[in-house]
Every structure is written in structure tokens, then in C-alpha cells.
């Protein structure tokens, strides 16, 4: 059955929506690996970090959306074993392989790692769904991973000499894995909670889970340390990589589906590079403009290919 004129609008119009979300989510996660690592130098632990974050986040979703999960808290118990295995996937799973990453490699191998999310993506539901892939998606995955592998190495082969594998890379590598599997598994969110109450929920049972974890840490490891540097980091992950990313990048993956969002992926490194001209005084140089450009024409070459029969 042929799809109506207003219901083709609408899907289209889902779809426009959606890759805007998942655009804002990247931009609000482009400073997220730059202040998981100066935690590091503010001898912030990545569990510790990961808590705090997911607390302030709490905080924002249960001031602002607390009335709005309330009145879905019998979908939210109904589908709880969905909730909290998401949760454990994301809230704990991807932040603190990630930040541990962070605490052992650098912000350019992490990047380099991060790259090769569409590939997951696509082969996930490639070997899940049994889903077609055509020509056009894997150009648009050579694509864009080619613009953000340019960007990564700031189009100096010579860069690719100093990398070395160490500990962190093999965290980055788990954190891309969860990254990957949650995109995935949004495609399975349970279409009558809204995607607010559903991160609300997300984030209470990851600062549950945290908090045990947290206290390990502090009592073990080492314990916080409140000043203003590591105040300011907190905020800025709570607020933008926390509240405000996440539920974008959530929202954006439900409206376009999973192989969709993969590709958005890469836009971080553009967008970080951005944010350091824009922010750090950092100057624009070819392969930012040359990444930026093959990354956006892979997007555009992965989500706007004919369907095959």
C-alpha cells in the first residue's frame, strides 16, 4: 500500500527534524572528550566525573520534565527492564569506558577510534536485521570517515607516526562498541513513552547505579576535588554533554533510525575543531575545510540513497 501525500509530509518532515536533533547533539558533545581529559589534569577520576555529570543532568530533567514522567510512570515500570539495561548500556556503560579512556589516552587517538562508528552501526544491522546495504552507504561511510580521519591527524601523515596503542585505545574501542549497540537499540524504545520521561528515567537509574561506584572511587581511589575548575567541568557536562546532548541524540536516533544517526557521528570531529577556531583562538586551515566538506557529503550520500528492491 502506497503511503498518502500528508503521510509521506509527515515522515519527511520527522526525518528533517531528526537529523537537526542528532546535528545539535553532536555539537553539544564536540567539547565532551576536551573536558573528559582536563579532568584528568584536574585529578578528577573518570567515575567520579561520569556521576556528576548524570546528576546534574538529573537535576535539569527532574526540574524542568519531573511533572511529564510522573504522568507516564506506569509506562515507565511497564517497560523497566528496557529502561534499565539501556541505562547500564549508556548512562554507565559508554560514559565511564569512555572517561577512563580519556584518562589514559589522548583526546586524538580517542577521536581516531570514534571514527569508525558507522561502520558498526551498519554492520549491526546488517548481521541483526538482515538490512540491504547499498553501494551509495558504504561511500557515504568512506566518505565521512575519511573527512574526520583528515581532520583527526590535521592532514599530517607524519601524525599517524606518533600514535601508539596503549590502555585508553582499548578503552575507546569498548566505548565505540556501547556507542554503536545503543544507537542500535533505540530503534526498540518503547514508542508511547515520550523521549523525555524515557531519559529521566534513564538518568535516575544510572545515578543509582553511579552512586556505589562513585563512593567506591572516592573511598578507594581518590576522592574529589571541589574547586572551581572541577566545578566548572561538572556543570558543562551535566548541562550541554548531559541534559541537553543526550536527549538530543536519543530523540534524533528514534526520529531517523540507528544507520541514519551513525553517520552524524562524525561530525565531531568537525565540530570540535570548530569549537577550538571559534573558542581557543585556534586558526581555520584546508583540512578543516576539506574534512568538513567529505564528512557532510557522506552524510548526504548515506541518508539520501534510492531504496533497492
Not at 54 to 64: D, M
Not at 105 to 112: E, I, N, P, R
Not at 193 to 211: H, S
Request: charged share 10%; net charge positive; with cysteine.
Amino acid at each position: 500500500m502506497n503511503s498518502s501525500p500528508g503521510e509521506t509530509g509527515r515522515d519527511t518532515r520527522r526525518a528533517v527534524s531528526g537529523y537537526a536533533l542528532l546535528t545539535a547533539g553532536i555539537l553539544f558533545w564536540a567539547g565532551n572528550a576536551v573536558v573528559g581529559r582536563a579532568a584528568a589534569g584536574a585529578d578528577i577520576p573518570p567515575l567520579t566525573l561520569n556521576f556528576f555529570r548524570w546528576s546534574i543532568a538529573l537535576v535539569f530533567f527532574l526540574a524542568i520534565f519531573g511533572r511529564s514522567t510522573w504522568a507516564q510512570r506506569h509506562l515507565l515500570w511497564e517497560h523497566r527492564k528496557f529502561i534499565v539495561i539501556y541505562s547500564i548500556l549508556t548512562i554507565v556503560g559508554f560514559n565511564c569506558t569512555f572517561y577512563i579512556a580519556l584518562q589514559k589516552t589522548t583526546v586524538l587517538q580517542a577521536s581516531l577510534i570514534q571514527s569508525i562508528l558507522p561502520v558498526l552501526v551498519l554492520l549491526l544491522a546488517l548481521v541483526v536485521l538482515k538490512s540491504r546495504i547499498t553501494g551509495q552507504q558504504w561511500w557515504g561511510v568512506v566518505f565521512s570517515i575519511g573527512g574526520a580521519f583528515l581532520i583527526i591527524i590535521r592532514g599530517d601523515w607524519e601524525v599517524i607516526k606518533s600514535l601508539r596503542v596503549q590502555d585508553g585505545d582499548i578503552w575507546a574501542l569498548v566505548a565505540v562498541f556501547l556507542w554503536a549497540l545503543q544507537a542500535f537499540l533505540m530503534r526498540y524504545k518503547p514508542p508511547t513513552i515520550d523521549i523525555i520521561p524515557f531519559m529521566t528515567a534513564l538518568a535516575a537509574v544510572g545515578v543509582t547505579i553511579m552512586l556505589p561506584m562513585y563512593w567506591w572511587e572516592y573511598t578507594t581511589i581518590k576522592p574529589t576535588p571541589f574547586t572551581q575548575e572541577s566545578l566548572m567541568l561538572f556543570l558543562y557536562l551535566g548541562i550541554f554533554a548531559g541534559f541537553l546532548g543526550t536527549t538530543c541524540w536519543n530523540e534524533g536516533t528514534y526520529r531517523t533510525g540507528p544507520a541514519q544517526a551513525g553517520y552524524f557521528g562524525n561530525l565531531y570531529p568537525v565540530f570540535a575543531g570548530g569549537l577550538a577556531i571559534l573558542l581557543l583562538g585556534e586558526s581555520l586551515q584546508w583540512y578543516h575545510m576539506l574534512g568538513a566538506g567529505l564528512v557532510v557529503a557522506g552524510i548526504w550520500l548515506a541518508i539520501f540513497h534510492k531504496s533497492t528492491k
